[in-house]
């Protein structure tokens, strides 16, 4: 028996008046999966959720949670998810404790075990008001109540966009325990680097359409490092080394500046460690360069920005 993908998004078009943002969007999560959605800012990731949360209508396509509609299913759906906006706005004169507790009510839940290791976790001082906290604090709010919400499936529009590195940690580590309870992740992101760490699969959104869809393996095209090198003997035959794209080689071939793929790194250190390294600096793909690179590849010109 074929299982109800948990999300199912086909063809979705969205207007508002004569722009249109959602040209031609399609995800599919299945039960248990990470799906990570990015694309860069305006790309319509928050416009694709409201449409998944049936907050706002369709113009066209077909957009299905749990194998319901999303508009006029909502309040059925609703009870199986939890989701957090990229702006958090709570009520300004209850404290983060407070807020937490009331959030897990009005989805039918409780305060739990999970919430209270979660506040640990975050370090949120519960007991301030929300008027009080910083963009990052509120977030933790939301995401303290959605995290400890038993659901088979969890929204999170850009959550981590005002966390800094130690509370993303701690974010993708709870993201990694609900995968292991067999939930299902929509995590939507401008920074490839976040949901590349996470997602089983990617979506990659631009201008309203979905360029680029699968596995990470599949994608491995797309996330290549850049790497600088200079060496104090000659690279002569690094060309004929694989999983190197995009070589430039300068100053008699001490320095070298080009693409990696991820299997090859240790072959390629080991072949410049044995010309003696004296600078080495890789940089993860950005989302820029890789849609820069998906365009060149792909040979589809007068549409790169
Ligand atoms: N309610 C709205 N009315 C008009 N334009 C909107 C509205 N919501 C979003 N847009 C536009 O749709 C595009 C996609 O926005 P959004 O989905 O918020 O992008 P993202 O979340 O990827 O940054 C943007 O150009 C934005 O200005
Ligand atoms: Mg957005």
Known sequence: MATVP?????????SFGKFQALKDINLDLQPGEVLGFIGPNGAGKST????????????????????????????????QLAYVPGDVYLWPNLTGGQTIDLLLKLSHQKHNAR???????????VTKKNRTYSKGNRQKVAL?????????????DEPTSGLDPLNEQIFQNAVEKLKQAGKSVLLSSHILSEVEKMGDKIAIIRQGT?????????MQHLTRNQVSVITKQPLTDLDQVTGIHQLTLQNNQLEANFT????????????????????????PPTLDNLFLRYYEDNGKSGDTK
């Not at 999300?7 to 979705?12: G, I, R």
């Open 6 to 14: 948990v999300l199912k998004v086909e063809h979705l078009q969205k």
């Open 48 to 79: 694709t959720i409201r449409t998944i949360l049936g907050l706002i209508k369709a113009f066209s396509g077909t957009v299905k949670v749990f194998g319901k509609n999303a508009w006029s299913d909502a309040v059925a759906i609703h009870q």
């Open 260 to 283: 990696l793929d991820s299997d090859a790194t240790t072959d390629v250190m080991n072949y410049l460690a044995q010309h003696q390294i004296v600078h080495l600096k890789t940089t």
């Open 210 to 218: 979905i360029i680029e869809t699968g596995t990470l393996a599949s």
């Open 115 to 125: 919430t209270d290791e979660l506040i640990k976790e975050f370090e949120l001082d």
């Open 144 to 156: 303290i109540a959605a995290l400890s919400t038993d659901v088979p499936l969890y929204i999170f």
